[in-house]
């Protein structure tokens, strides 16, 4: 497709269990980032990968959080013994990663920890 | 630390009215600042940007105003329309850094 691409798009999910959430950059983009949206507090950073560089995890808000980049394409956010707190919407965006280029979103991953 | 501060967190407006909306940042390293456009159930997507070497950027109906020096952004939709009816951030970058930091957002409901 032409776009970003996340699944699942909605996840429901028992408190303690792990989530994995996948995300499907535009092709051609060596920038891409995670981001979290709760109700009413924007968007929280969490993750950015660029080419081959170290990941910027300094958005990561606790050690259950990892992310991984395979092949510099397709990305994975995983989140191991969920929380209630972590129920948000999950959101990655992939740009061409200069500086001032266009972040292009994904429609995002609903993430509801029961 | 809040380092993009938005408002209105809602607004609501006539068809046809002006629709405005404010960012402040605290960090001066930033130098890009785009807007989205958020409808629901569908991710942001890009609607206009500003660099801080022009005080205003229009396109069509959206123009951005910049105030460097006070450190501070706006969004003014003129002309709004029911269509316009979404959720907008604001955001800032950084050269070097790349990574997009966002206000928390506005609802704007613009009313037939």
């Known amino acids: 497709g032409a776009g970003v691409s996340q699944s699942p798009s909605n996840k429901v999910t028992e408190k303690g269990k792990d989530v994995e959430l996948r995300c499907d950059p535009i092709s051609g983009h060596t920038a891409l980032y995670w981001y979290r949206q709760s109700l009413g507090q924007g968007l929280e950073f969490l993750i950015y990968f660029q080419g081959n560089s170290a990941p910027d995890k300094s958005g990561l808000p606790s050690d259950r959080f990892s992310a991984e980049r395979t092949g510099g394409s397709v990305s994975t956010l995983t989140i191991q013994r969920t929380q209630q707190e972590d129920s948000a919407v999950y959101l990655c965006?992939?740009?061409?990663?200069?500086?001032?280029?266009?972040?292009?979103f994904g429609q995002g991953t609903r993430l509801t920890v029961v | 630390q809040q380092q993009v501060k938005q408002s209105p967190q809602s607004l609501i407006v006539q068809k046809g009215g002006i629709s405005i909306i404010n960012c402040a940042y605290e960090?001066?390293?930033?130098?890009?600042f785009p807007w989205y456009q958020q409808f629901p159930g569908k991710g942001p997507a890009l609607l206009i940007a500003i660099r801080p070497d022009v005080s205003e950027k229009k396109e069509g109906r959206f123009t951005i105003s910049f105030n460097k020096s006070a450190k501070q952004f706006s969004l003014h939709i003129m002309d709004s329309q029911p269509g316009d009816s979404a959720t907008y951030f604001c955001a800032a970058s950084k050269g070097g850094s790349y990574i997009p930091t966002f206000g928390r957002g506005t609802s704007l409901i613009v009313h037939p």
């Open positions: 965006a992939s740009s061409l990663g200069s500086a001032g280029t266009e972040a292009f």
């Open positions: 960090n001066t390293a930033f130098d890009y």
